[in-house]
């Protein structure tokens, strides 16, 4: 089933304790594009670059089925560039610097062929932007899911909370969580969040796995636990592209199968933070990912005596 994607086409430049990368490839789209790119071929992508932005990397997204005819570039523009260090607890990090760029004046037009698009992935970028994209779609999608984070928390709360009242999956991780409700405690800060909109809450927890909860209910995925972690950064919007992409292959949206969703999910993300930038996602081999989702199996499998 198609896929539309939006999100963040960017620069990053990313310090952690392993080394520093300076304007390598990033942003939330192309990380969930990349991780949805291993369950399905019918991605769209709604985004935008300055002319700054490499033609070669265009065409690597193209190659592996991602469809660019929603990524608008603009002439004389400079691309979005976000830059952060990690703490030695690589769950913590500091932004440096977010430069918009071409972001600031972004006002997306769908190509008509992306309106019916049965999944949605409303990545991370302004709220006012996701909003313009949902404005433009037919109503009739089976799934909308939004990541997003406490920047846009801070700099345009009211826009926020107008996509929030509209999706049915919000990935964010477990201070977004407490910032947005209020609460402390993950459990009551859902109940909260389910209030405000979406059926189903996932919350990103970094190296400590991630949360589902649906009325009433909590299923917990861990994340895998790797030697070493080269960079973190994407990891949850690679998580958020392999939890789309995976519903959109299957075409099931039951909480059942949110749950398998959820495993591919961290196996994509587990892949993503073991090199810099998008460059594990680039190949990832059927065996590698058959094998990554046996570890995880292994991992949480035991028999209750
Ligand atoms: P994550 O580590 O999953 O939070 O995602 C990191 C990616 O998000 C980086 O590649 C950045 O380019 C991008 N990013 C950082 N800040 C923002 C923001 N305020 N809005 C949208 N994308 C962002």
């Known amino acids: 089933m198609s896929l539309l994607t ?32 291993y369950f399905t071929k019918n991605i769209k992508v709604v985004s935008i670059v300055g002319d700054d932005f490499p033609e070669s990397e265009l065409e690597a997204m193209r190659k592996r089925g991602i469809n660019l005819d929603g990524l608008e570039i603009k002439m004389g523009g400079k691309t979005f560039f976000w ?30 062929s992306y309106k019916s698009s049965q999944f949605v992935m409303l990545g991370n970028l302004t709220p006012e932007i996701q909003l313009s994209v949902l404005n433009q779609l037919d109503g009739n999608q089976k799934l909308i899911v939004m990541d997003t984070m406490n920047f846009w928390m ?9 996509v929030v009242a509209r999706v049915d999956v919000l990935t964010i991780n477990d201070e977004e969580a407490r910032q947005m409700s209020g609460e402390y405690s993950l459990v009551k800060a859902a109940e909260k969040i389910h209030a405000m909109g979406p059926r189903f809450l996932i919350i990103k927890k970094g190296e400590h796995g991630a949360l589902l909860f649906s ?8 994340a895998l636990p790797l030697a070493e972690v080269y960079d973190p950064t994407g990891a949850g919007d690679t998580f958020a592209g392999g939890f789309i992409g995976y519903l959109a292959n299957t075409g099931d949206i039951s909480y059942e199968n949110m749950k398998n969703a959820i ?24 065996k590698d990912l058959n094998d990554r989702l046996n570890a995880f199996k292994r991992l949480t499998h035991f028999d209750l005596k």
Not at 268 to 283: G, P, T
């Open 154 to 162: 801070d700099v345009a709360w009211d826009a926020l909370m107008k």
């Open 215 to 222: 009325e009433g209910e909590i299923f917990f995925a861990p």
């Open 263 to 286: 495993i591919h999910g961290s196996v994509m993300a587990s892949f993503c933070v073991e090199k810099f930038s998008i460059e594990r996602l680039k190949n990832i081999s059927e």
């Open 83 to 112: 830059s952060g260090k990690y703490h030695s607890n690589m769950n913590r990090r500091d932004t440096l610097s977010t430069e918009l760029n071409v972001l600031a004046d972004f006002n997306p037009v769908l190509p008509a």
């Open 6 to 37: 939006i999100g963040t086409v960017a620069f990053d430049t990313i310090e952690t304790p392993y080394g520093k990368a300076d304007r390598v490839i990033g942003g939330a789209c192309t990380y969930i594009s990349y991780a949805a790119s």
